[in-house]
């Protein structure tokens, strides 16, 4: 049942029932889609609320994998599969769950009484479309009213918060014929106004007409326009410019909060210059650590032998070769008109003074000010944009100091590589403030000078002074013979990102501070608050330290941008980021002057690519499939304007936008990659891992059915029939070519659900 109310802004009420849990997932599958397909007819200004008995529990994994949608005030602590569908909903229609976002008592969150009276559930639930979140104020059960009813009333305060109008700062899209056709009819209506005859009253209405469908034809060609730019930057590689064009067409616009900033103390800044002070003093302190005078501190030894780097004088050759390396369309430093491209298309002359300058510094060891001097530009981060403390800065470096350091990276990459661990993968301004710490902000040469420290740390941790003859590590293959050793893994880094592993705790511990004490030899310290610990035993009854600090257990966290427990969670993850990439954009999927070509090519852009990162390791199954071809499709049927109701099939949709199902797309690159691996050489982490399934002793699985391993999956992609074995992948993919036809006639087969 829904209700309308008018006024400015209209207010629309969805009463509704679900599905219970018992039921099956055709008859939920269709109430969610039949509630969707209403969702999407009610206009976006509404105030648009859902409330009623939806028989879904959400729980706080739900906040996890979607926290845009779901607050973390659940009152369950796990999601049933009506509280899965119910958040999937929330996505796809950009409401959002109000219960969960204002902190309760027990008492005045669960809604519904079991009949044996002790066991309580929310299940009755209110939600709000994203636009207007904030009107809601308070929501919260109520028990004094008597129902004869195993339910309560759930009661939610609505406070509309109206906006002042913003001036429209957009490209004007009105030509003079339109102005012309305005000023005409608003000369008419004064005309009919004065002398309310049946003549001037149609000849008002006609401009009316006219006018409409002027401003119509304007908006038609001023779309044209943009997107035949589009289409031109996106066909040049212009990826700024495509996506400037983007955020134009679909009406993106940008916040400036950092105008805003308050002191530490939270007092107001008044000027810009205490302003500019205020971030001078905030980057000062976060860029110059302060030095290590611990007793721990011990100097580094000397290299047992220089390495063959190249200490000539530099050549033309080797400029001309870092200039290539340059990538357009990177802000300058205090150099501000030498972009990269003056170096790469001004010509021989530009070149050679270049090499003379690079050669005068190189040989007097003495660099001008603008190699020295970096501009920082603010970032904002996540939490409160009022802080100075949630801004991160990145530096705009002379491109000509670029150009300087990227000569010396080349010279000293390659004998470096050789002997670096596996382990590691490879506006205002204010005044100016010295860093006296580590290398200047933004040098070419600090990402590769880091990893360098962080291989002589790990390197140093990694042998066990307890036992001479013991390294840390977790044991993949335990000790056969002497010819066939333990295999072990002691870290996998990623600049600073760092996962130290061990067979058990009290190892693991030792570990830790082996590694800190190690770290603090060379000036660096772990962050306590981003360090968390991962176990697969089911009890857990020590804790670990750091600096006499407890570190938080979990049972998941995100490295490297993906949950580490299942593909489940993090696909779940991935599809709430999607769906809040996809909203951002809903003017230009609803734009009926947009070719559908066009759509699909940003959307693979913007969102696919948001989905599918890190689609590499997923186990999909047969549950997985589903949720994956359900979120392309219902993305394309609102790119098309297509209703559920119009009983429009998936494979018509997929011929119409001409894309194939989106789990076949993820498979072929699962297979891309696992040749990509098991091409490498086989002392690498990535090749002997690849197909790894953890030997007996590694932890005990939970009762039922055992879950779908990935070297499995792998083998039933190939072939569902006759599953190779992994010796036969191996060397299947060692051939490229016979590799690339199992991709491309890669179909995706049925998989039992986990």
Wanted: some cysteine; hydrophobic content about 35%.
């Amino acid at each position: 049942m829904a209700v309308h109310f008018m006024g400015n802004p209209a207010i629309t009420i969805i009463i509704t029932y679900a599905a219970t849990e018992d039921k099956s997932d055709v008859e939920k599958d269709m109430f969610y889609d039949d509630l969707q397909r209403y969702t999407h007819d009610v206009p976006s200004h509404n105030v648009l609320i859902l409330a009623g008995d939806l028989n879904a529990r959400l729980g706080s994994d739900s906040h996890t994998t979607n926290p845009r949608t779901i607050g973390k005030y659940t009152y369950h602590h796990s999601t049933d599969d009506n509280g899965n569908g119910l958040a999937n909903y929330c996505e796809a229609c950009n409401m959002r769950s109000t219960q969960t976002r204002f902190p309760q008592p027990q008492s005045r969150s669960w809604a519904w009484l079991h009949p044996n009276g002790k066991s309580k559930a929310q299940l009755d639930h209110i939600l709000i479309n994203g636009k207007w979140l904030n009107s809601i104020r308070n929501v919260r059960a109520y028990n004094t009213v008597e129902l004869n009813s195993d339910h309560r009333i759930v009661s939610a305060q609505l406070s509309i918060s109206l906006r002042a109008t913003k001036e429209n700062k957009q490209e004007n899209q009105v030509t003079s014929d339109t102005v012309n056709i305005l000023e005409q009819r608003n000369k008419a209506k004064v005309k009919f106004k004065h002398n309310p005859s049946i003549k001037n009253k149609n000849q008002w209405h006609t401009l009316n007409q006219q006018l409409d469908t002027s401003y119509n034809n304007d908006k038609i060609k001023f779309l044209e326009d943009k997107l035949e730019q589009l289409e031109q930057a996106a066909l040049s590689n212009q990826i700024r410019a495509t996506w400037c064009l983007v955020d134009e067409i679909s009406g993106k616009r940008r916040h400036n909060s950092a105008s805003q900033i308050k002191r530490a103390d939270g007092t107001k800044i008044n000027s810009t210059a205490e302003l500019m002070s205020e971030w001078k003093n905030y980057f000062e302190d976060l860029l110059n650590v302060k030095s290590n005078n611990s007793q721990d501190t011990q100097a580094i030894p000397p290299a047992l032998e220089d390495l063959p780097i190249n200490q000539g004088l530099i050549t033309l050759e080797e400029v001309e070769q870092a200039v290539k390396q340059l990538k357009d369309g990177k802000s300058p430093g205090l150099d501000y008109a030498i972009t990269p491209e003056v170096l790469k298309y001004g010509g021989q002359w530009i070149l050679n003074q270049l090499c003379n300058i690079c050669n005068e510094i190189y040989e007097n060891q003495q660099t001008p000010k603008q190699f020295n001097t970096n501009i920082i530009i603010r970032i904002p981060k996540k939490g409160d944009k009022t802080l100075t403390t949630n801004y991160r800065g990145i530096s705009l470096m002379s491109v000509a100091a670029k150009t300087y350091n990227r000569i010396l990276l080349n010279r000293i990459r390659e004998p470096l590589d050789s002997i670096l661990r596996i382990n590691q993968a490879d506006n205002n301004v204010s005044e100016e403030f010295d860093v006296t710490t580590g290398v200047l902000q933004g040098d070419t040469l600090a990402p590769f000078l880091f990893i360098i420290v962080i291989d002589y740390v790990m390197k140093n941790a990694q042998l066990d002074h307890t036992d001479e003859n013991a390294e840390y590590g977790f044991i993949t293959n335990k000790r056969q013979s002497s010819r066939q050793p333990a295999a072990t893994i002691h870290d996998l880094d990623f600049a600073d990102d760092i996962a130290l592993l061990e067979n058990s705790l009290e190892r693991a511990q030792s570990q830790l501070i082996q590694t800190t004490k190690r770290a603090s030899e060379v000036g660096l310290q772990i962050n306590i608050k981003k360090t968390k610990v991962l176990t697969n035993q089911n009890t857990i009854n020590q804790s670990i330290q750091l600096n006499g600090q407890d570190i938080e257990w979990t049972n998941n966290f995100k490295y490297l941008g993906s949950m580490v427990l299942d593909s489940n969670t993090d696909i779940k993850v991935r599809k709430g980021q999607a769906w809040k990439a996809f909203w951002r954009m809903k003017n230009m999927w609803k734009s009926t002057t947009i070719p559908i070509q066009l759509k699909t090519n940003i959307y693979k852009a913007s969102c696919l690519s948001i989905f599918l990162f890190g689609c590499e390791s997923w186990t999909i199954t047969n549950k997985l499939e589903k949720v994956l071809n359900s979120f392309a499709t219902s993305c394309y049927r609102i790119m098309l304007g297509i209703k559920r109701l119009d009983k429009v099939s998936n494979n018509t949709i997929y011929g119409i936008v001409k894309q194939e199902p989106m789990v076949q797309r993820v498979q072929r690159r699962q297979l891309r990659f696992i040749g990509h691996c098991l091409r490498k050489n086989s002392n690498e982490f990535i090749n002997q891992y690849a197909l790894y399934i953890p030997r007996p002793g590694h932890g005990k699985r939970k009762r039922g059915r055992p879950r779908l391993n990935y070297p499995d999956y792998v083998a039933r992609l190939i072939n569902n029939d006759e599953p190779p074995t992994i010796t036969e992948i191996r060397k299947t993919a060692a051939n490229r070519k016979e590799w690339h036809k199992i991709v491309v006639a890669c179909r995706p087969p049925l998989f039992a659900a986990e």
